[in-house]
T-cell receptor
Framework: GAVVSQHPSRVICKSGTSVKIECRSL??????MFWYRQFPKQSLMLMAT?????????EQGVEKDKFLINHASLTLSTLTVTSAHPEDSSFYIC?????????????FGNGTRLTVT | KNEVEQSPQNLTAQEGEFITINCSYS?????LHWLQQHPGGGIVSLFM???GKKKHGRLIATINIQEKHSSLHITASHPRDSAVYIC???????????FGKGTLLTVNP
C-alpha cells in the first residue's frame, strides 16, 4: 500500500531555533501534500496545502513566514518551524494525495511531536 | 465554516460488541472521511464517502447527505480496534479537511 514517511517522529528544540520536518511519499508521487497540527485533546487542524513546484497555500491564521513549506519534488514536502517558541509545541502530521488520483483517500504520515523548551 | 461534531467522545466496549460512532456536520460537503488514529499518533484512512454505504472487513460507514450525518460501525469489535476514530469533511473536492474531535474507543478483552 501507499506509504508516507515522516521524519523525525519526535524532536526537542530550544526556543528560537528552527526545526525541519520531512514528509516523503515512498512508493507514489504526490503533487499535493497537506500539513496539519494537533494540540493535546484538540482536533486536527489543517495548516497549509503544499503544492509541488509552487507556493504553499496557508489556512487563515497560520503565519507563512513562521511555517515555511517547501515541496521541491513529487515525493517530498518539508515544513520548517522557524524561531520556534514553546507555544509551537504540538503534534504535526502530513498527508499526501497520489498524483492523478480522484476520489482517493489521503495517506498520512506518522506525525512529529515537537517540544520547544 | 463547517462544524463537525462526533459522539460519543469516549466509548468503552467489551470484545465482540457492535460499535457505532456518529458524526454530524453543519454545511454541505463533497466528501466525508473516517480516519483511525493510533496511540502513537499515526493516522490511517478508513473510508472516504460521499453517499450511501461502504464496507471493509468488519467496518461499515454510512452517510445521509440530507441529514448531514454519518456513522461508523464496527462489528465483532476486538481490542486491536482500540484507537481514536476521527470524522473529517471536505467542502469543495479539494481534500481540505475539517476534523471532528475524535472518539476514543477502548475495547476490552
Amino acid at each position: 500500500g501507499a506509504v508516507v514517511s515522516q521524519h523525525p517522529s519526535r524532536v526537542i528544540c530550544k526556543s528560537g531555533t528552527s526545526v525541519k520536518i520531512e514528509c516523503r511519499s515512498l512508493d507514489f508521487q504526490a503533487t499535493t501534500m497537506f500539513w496539519y497540527r494537533q494540540f493535546p485533546k484538540q482536533s486536527l487542524m489543517l495548516m497549509a496545502t503544499s503544492n509541488e513546484g509552487s507556493k504553499a497555500t496557508y489556512e487563515q491564521g497560520v503565519e507563512k513566514d513562521k511555517f515555511l513549506i517547501n515541496h521541491a519534488s513529487l515525493t517530498l514536502s518539508t515544513l520548517t518551524v522557524t524561531s520556534a517558541h514553546p507555544e509551537d509545541s504540538s503534534f504535526y502530521i502530513c498527508s499526501a494525495l497520489p498524483t492523478g488520483a480522484y476520489n482517493s483517500p489521503l495517506h498520512f504520515g506518522n506525525g512529529t511531536r515537537l517540544t520547544v523548551t | 465554516k463547517n462544524e463537525v461534531e462526533q459522539s460519543p467522545q469516549n466509548l468503552t466496549a467489551q470484545e465482540g460488541e457492535f460499535i457505532t460512532i456518529n458524526c454530524s456536520y453543519s454545511v454541505g460537503i463533497s466528501a466525508l472521511h473516517w480516519l483511525q488514529q493510533h496511540p502513537g499518533g499515526g493516522i490511517v484512512s478508513l473510508f472516504m464517502l460521499s453517499s450511501g454505504k461502504k464496507k471493509h472487513g468488519r467496518l461499515i460507514a454510512t452517510i445521509n447527505i440530507q441529514e448531514k450525518h454519518s456513522s461508523l460501525h464496527i462489528t465483532a469489535s476486538h481490542p486491536r480496534d482500540s484507537a481514536v476514530y476521527i470524522c473529517a469533511v471536505e467542502a469543495g473536492s479539494n481534500y481540505k479537511l475539517t476534523f471532528g474531535k475524535g472518539t476514543l474507543l477502548t475495547v476490552n478483552p
